[in-house]
């Protein structure tokens, strides 16, 4: 099990599996495979902001209650300035909502974290990460999306590096401690190429859960990035 803190932080490179890619037949099971991750990535679709339903509070309640690892939400829906506090009262530790559905994002931000969860912000691949830039003291976490949000299993886009290169570069300008993270294509050979720009956490579904052993799948990637990190 990975080190954390007694905020549940862990330091260094993060693996967070995808639910999404799990089998939800088995979920007791699946998660429990993912013991050596470091969250388990929750894909939160209401099929409104991104054509595609997933689930909501209860599922995630249930997710919460038999995960091994910290829960790190995140919600592709309308309105999280009302939806996204549920998920912190669940014990989720961090809720990630995307900047496009926001309508206050530096107040749900401080909210989520006065209920003790980290909170994230998510960039769909067309917006410019330039408009974070204001906000990196008020989140623990930003999502860079490598692929466009809705669907597993789609194509890692290189295309995304240079604007991870940019938030990265900011973050190191204005020394920030916030959380890198990149969702979307993530294997043994994109992985390095999201460290190379500055990712530090990482979503990766098939990759872990498509594995024989997951364990040992969420250690190779861990150590890819680490080698490719700077």
């Known amino acids: ?134 906000m990196l003291d008020e989140v623990d976490q930003v999502l860079v999306m490598t692929v466009e949000p809705g669907f597993g299993g789609q194509s890692f886009m290189p295309e995304m590096m240079p604007k991870l290169r940019r938030l990265a570069d900011e973050a190191r300008r204005r020394g920030s401690a916030v959380w890198l993270q990149v969702d979307g294509g993530i294997g043994e050979s994109t992985i390095a190429q999201a460290a190379e720009a500055g990712a530090d956490t990482f979503v990766a579904g098939s990759a872990v859960f498509g594995a024989g052993d997951p364990d040992n799948a969420i250690a190779g990637l861990r150590m890819t990035a680490a080698r490719h990190s700077h």
């Open 1 to 134: 099990m990975p080190l954390r803190d007694e905020n549940g932080r862990t330091g260094g490179i993060r693996i967070n599996p995808s639910i999404l890619a799990a089998d939800f037949a088995n979920i007791q099971t699946e998660l429990s495979r993912i013991a050596a991750s470091d969250f388990v990535h929750v894909d939160v679709m209401d099929n409104h902001f991104v054509p595609n339903l997933t689930f909501g509070p209860q599922m995630v309640e249930r997710i919460q209650a038999t995960s091994p690892v910290p829960l790190d939400v995140h919600l592709m829906i309308d309105d999280p300035d009302q939806w996204a506090p549920a998920y912190a009262e669940l014990g989720a530790a961090s809720v990630t909502f995307h900047l496009e559905a926001a309508t206050e994002p530096i107040a749900l931000a401080r909210r989520l974290r006065a209920m003790g969860a980290r909170a994230g912000i998510a960039v769909k691949p067309a917006t410019a990460v330039e408009t974070l830039f204001g």
